[in-house]
């Protein structure tokens, strides 16, 4: 949909921005609603929302571009695939972001725990909880679109990741309501600032005609490997304990930014030499 190259990391920014707007606004009035008029009703006026995205895309005009399309599907992702391991950079980042998602997701399984378990109260906390990630999502875009060129990305996702973690191991072994929500928005802006990074960076590098079979790989380290990191820290936290659990993907979320930052010096000349080939070094 976007005309240059150059504007891709402000759209996927905005794309962000919206999306952790929503993510601040809806669980917090969630929680509050539930109280209200129970879980049915917001199951169902959540439902018929989804009417107005529907409408919405039917709006859409996207211009035609002229593509050479893989003779089938198994073809397509095969040639997807072949692209994305033949370039070792493009690989790392692709499995460093499953990785990242993986220890991610689990957040939203925990917190519902922790509201009713480990601070004893009910939906407006959780409402709380969550409206602090978005906060602190909202933050960190913001942040994303305003100072961090193309070339810094892969260093901003190090520090994103390991911030996810802290904010993570921060709210697990918190007691009070108030450091939690703290803790919280560190975890939602480094979560929604390294989801950026990985998603801009790698969109930034790849060639035009490999674009939708690159990020359907992205799409499964992410849709599809976060929800198994759920269920992990759902089983960890039922027979461990929420706040292990917590720990757990905390503590790993800043070990993988430690192996991030061993193995920048792997990644980051192909990277840049891609950039630079592409003139978008300084874009931001």
């Known amino acids: 949909m976007l005309d240059r190259p150059d504007q891709l990391n402000s759209a ?12 601040l606004v809806g669980p917090a009035f969630a929680g509050f609603a539930i109280q209200a008029v129970g879980e049915t009703m917001c199951f169902f006026l959540n439902g018929v ?40 950079a493009l690989k790392r980042m692709i499995l460093t972001s499953a990785a990242f998602f993986f220890l991610c997701y689990p957040y939203a399984t925990l917190l519902p725990f922790f509201a009713r378990n480990v601070f004893q109260s ?16 909202i ?71 490999k674009r939708g079979r690159v990020m359907s790989l992205y799409t499964v ?13 759902g089983i960890v936290a039922d027979i461990f304990g929420g706040t292990f659990s917590g720990l757990v993907f905390g503590l790993g979320a800043i070990f993988l930014a430690i192996h991030m930052r061993r193995k920048l010096k792997l990644i980051e000349p192909p990277l840049l030499m891609k950039l630079r080939e592409k003139g978008l070094m300084d874009v931001v």
């Open 139 to 209: 933050i960190g875009v913001i942040y994303q679109a305003s100072l961090v060129p193309l070339s810094k990305l892969h260093i901003r996702a190090i520090y994103s990741v390991g911030l996810f973690g802290a904010g993570l191991t921060g709210f697990s072994l918190s007691r009070s309501v108030e450091l939690s929500c703290a803790a919280l928005t560190v975890l939602g802006f480094g979560m929604s600032t390294g989801s950026v990074c990985f998603n801009t960076l790698i969109q930034s590098i790849i060639e035009d005609d």
């Open 221 to 233: 380290g992410s849709v599809g490997v976060g929800p198994v990191g759920s269920l992990t820290a």
């Open 12 to 23: 996927l920014t905005i794309n962000s921005t919206v999306f952790n707007l929503a993510r």
């Open 49 to 88: 929302a989804y009417l107005a995205v529907i409408f919405s895309l039917t709006r859409l005009e996207i211009k035609k571009v002229d593509m050479t399309l893989p003779k089938s599907g198994w073809h397509g992702f095969r040639e997807g695939l072949e692209y994305t391991l033949g370039f070792k």
């Open 122 to 137: 009910d939906a407006s906390t959780l409402g709380f909880f969550l409206g602090s990630v978005g906060l602190g999502a």
